[in-house]
């Protein structure tokens, strides 16, 4: 509760990151850092820790001279749940360079290497490769360029039960809209990974900031590789300006085309391989500029570019195409690989050197569709009431990346709104302690809802009952209370409902009641005061207020209609009693009238046993 309460104020005294003029959106973190950081040698801001939903601040191990000079970082144990983010609120509609820098926990109890999965906007993009904190020369980050549409950006961290996912920082550059545009799926739907970035011939890894580039690049980070194999090639360098380098959308640093590998007369081609996961796209951006003096016009250097054997582009003179000497040419490709190597070779045609100044290889991600975010509010609204315990997670988006799903909720895709949608909730036995809130019912695509074996309080919410594709709802061993509520029977798809052993009281709808004799299997018993159906007791007069009401009136009306016809009786009696006073005064004539009437009444009555005597011997007068 108190860590929420400071994230919270955490979240209400984050820096906000200026957005002034023509400066591109930049926003930096540093990972568990109380205070902000900036860091040598360009004196770059990192912000303290903010935005995120958990986790452990300590002291980190940098695992690569790559990685910025920070001394901290966020650590997630599994205990706290299997996703964890940063959700950064406020960021502006934009194509945005999102890097994530890793670090390894300074305390000597953490001496495995955690490898866990990276999700981006909801998209995986990167599964930490076992051994990538060993190798000085390896990215100890993931860098992806992704369009944020909604104002936030939603970075998550996902365990694969091999340690403690440890982030150092993260880095959220804007970057030109159109930066890296490759063609037609360009867009929101796809993600660019950046494998890796290459500087040939370069002696040294720099940044963006280290070239002094244009901002609007996205502080790219340019590895070195100053061979592709032994005797294969040579650096070469120049101190020329580049014409055209740093042209929109991607502002290159002209250092890039200030360095290049040259093949050598023994080995014509140059060929640079790489491993990649098979069965993925590539966009591979390859960048050139003729820098070497021994070429001094058109037509002296004609190359193919070949990649995994298939002639890519053909025919290439760089001066030619860019009408200069020192002048940037980019061309770019993508490239569906097949097999687990990527190799691209560059083959000169006029029997000249083979040249190249840069490499770029980005993956191809397809964007996920993420969950309905009404459905997304629903689900937190309903994280809090019910108490869902850390370890379950819940961060980032329930249904993507589909690898990693929230545990409890079961997701379909919704064609219509190209959306997922929750459609079933298995929360059973979970140590849930709270209530069941009104919002469940906006979670209407649910068809099961299965919360059993919990110690959930209060009344079951009236709203279920405008879920209408519910199938089975078991509220089954819980601390329910109040009645069942009446729409519940609008449940039209409804055919299992457990109710048993809970503390519900009242009736059981009529319309529920009338349902279950169809196709619906139903359990209400352990519940004291339910009545109503049969298994269950008969219920005392239940009435309505307004039944009440009812019969208090109708109680009234009998009660005077009682009183009325007693005044009159009593009336009538007076007036009999006055009636036989006088007739006294009159009497006996008066009294031998009433003696001739009772004898007349005894004669009628034996006549009528007679008749039927006289039937049976033939007709008689008195029939
Ligand atoms: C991190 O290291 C500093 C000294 O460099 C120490 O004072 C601090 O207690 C450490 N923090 C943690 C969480 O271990
Ligand atoms: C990349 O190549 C495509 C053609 O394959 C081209 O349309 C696009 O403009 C190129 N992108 C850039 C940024 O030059
Ligand atoms: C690669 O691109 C093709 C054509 O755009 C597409 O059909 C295929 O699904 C993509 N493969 C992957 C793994 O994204
Ligand atoms: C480039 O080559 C074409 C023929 O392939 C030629 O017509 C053109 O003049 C050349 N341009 C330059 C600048 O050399
Ligand atoms: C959704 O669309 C896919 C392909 O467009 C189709 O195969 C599937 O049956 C559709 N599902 C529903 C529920 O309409
Ligand atoms: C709900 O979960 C409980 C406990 O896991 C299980 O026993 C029960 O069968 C489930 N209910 C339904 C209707 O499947
Ligand atoms: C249900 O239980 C709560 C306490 O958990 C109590 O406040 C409420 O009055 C009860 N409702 C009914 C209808 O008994
Ligand atoms: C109904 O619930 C009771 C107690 O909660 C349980 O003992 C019984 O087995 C259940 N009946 C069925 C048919 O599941």
Redesign the pocket.
């Known amino acids: 509760m108190f860590r929420r309460l400071l994230l919270f104020l955490t979240f209400l005294l984050a820096p906000k990151p200026s957005y002034t003029g023509p400066a591109p959106y930049a926003l930096r973190i540093s990972c568990g850092a109380r205070n902000d950081v900036h860091t040598p040698p360009t004196n770059t801001l990192w912000y303290k820790d903010f935005a995120y939903t958990g986790g452990i ?3 980190g191990t940098r695992p690569s001279f790559i990685t910025p000079p920070l ?1 901290t970082l966020r650590y997630f144990p599994l205990s706290e749940g299997p996703e964890n983010c940063y959700n950064i609120n406020k960021v502006p509609h934009g194509h945005y360079s999102v890097r994530i820098f890793f670090g390894l926990v300074a ?1 000597p109890s953490f001496d495995n290497e955690p490898l866990f999965d990276v999700s981006v906007e909801g998209t995986l993009v990167y599964s930490l490769p076992s051994g990538w904190s060993n190798h000085d020369d390896e990215q100890a980050f993931v860098e992806a360029l992704v369009f944020l549409e909604d104002g936030t950006a939603s970075l998550c961290f996902h365990s694969t039960g091999h340690g403690d996912p440890a982030i150092l920082a993260i880095e959220i550059l804007q970057v030109n809209d159109g930066a890296y545009y490759f063609g037609p799926d360009y867009g929101q739907g796809t993600i660019l990974r950046t494998d890796r970035r290459l500087s040939c011939g370069a002696q040294n890894p720099k940044y963006g900031v280290d070239y002094s580039a244009n901002h609007w690049g996205g502080d790219r980070f340019w590895n070195s590789i100053t061979t592709f194999g032994a005797g294969s090639d040579r650096a070469i360098s120049t101190n020329s300006n580049i014409k055209h380098a740093s042209n929109p959308p991607n502002f290159y640093p002209e250092a890039i085309y200030q360095t290049a590998l040259l093949s050598t007369d023994s080995q014509p081609d140059l060929a640079y391989t790489m491993d990649v996961d098979p069965n993925r796209n590539y966009s591979i951006w390859l960048h050139f500029a003729e820098i070497d003096p021994s070429v001094t016009g058109a037509g002296q250097r004609i190359f193919d570019v070949l990649i995994n054997g298939d002639v890519t582009f053909q025919g290439i003179d760089i001066v030619n195409m860019t009408g200069d000497i020192n002048s940037a040419l980019v061309l770019n490709k993508t490239f569906a690989v097949n097999g687990r190597t990527l190799t691209i070779t560059i083959h000169p045609t006029n029997g000249g050197h083979a040249i190249i100044n840069a490499i770029e290889i980005f993956e191809i991600i397809m964007a996920e569709f993420k969950t309905l975010s009404d459905e997304v509010g629903a689900l937190q609204t309903l994280k809090g009431a019910l108490g869902l315990p850390l370890r379950l997670g819940w961060n980032g988006d329930p249904c993507v990346p589909q690898q990693h799903p929230w545990s409890g909720a079961d997701c379909q895709f919704d064609n219509t709104s190209s959306k997922w949608v929750i459609d079933g909730l298995g929360l059973d036995n979970q140590g849930l302690t709270g209530f069941l809130p009104n919002d469940i019912s906006r979670l209407g695509h649910l068809q099961n809802i299965n919360l059993s074996g919990n110690r959930i309080h209060g009344s079951i919410p009236s709203s279920l009952g405008t879920i209408a594709s519910l199938q089975m709802l078991d509220l089954s061993y819980n601390f329910f209370n109040g009645s069942i509520p009446e729409s519940l029977g609008q449940l039209t798809l409804l055919r299992i409902l457990n109710l048993n052993s809970n503390s519900l009281s009242g009736r059981v709808p009529a319309t529920l009641g009338g349902k279950l004799l169809h196709r619906v299997s139903f359990n209400f018993t352990d519940n004291a005061g339910l009545c109503g159906i049969p298994g269950l007791r008969t219920c005392g007069p239940h009435l309505s207020p307004g039944a009440k009401i009812g019969i208090g009136f109708g109680v009234f009306v009998a009660l005077l209609f009682i009183v009325t016809c007693l005044t009159c009786w009593w009336k009538r009696q007076q007036n009999i009693l006055r009636a036989q006073k006088i007739a006294a005064r009159d009497a006996p004539y008066a009294k031998a009238r009433t003696h001739f009437s009772r004898d007349v009444q005894m004669t009628r009555h034996h006549g009528h046993e007679n008749a039927r005597t006289a039937t049976e011997n033939g007709p008689s007068l008195l029939s």
Do not use: K, R, V
């Open positions: 601040p300590a002291n001394t305390e």
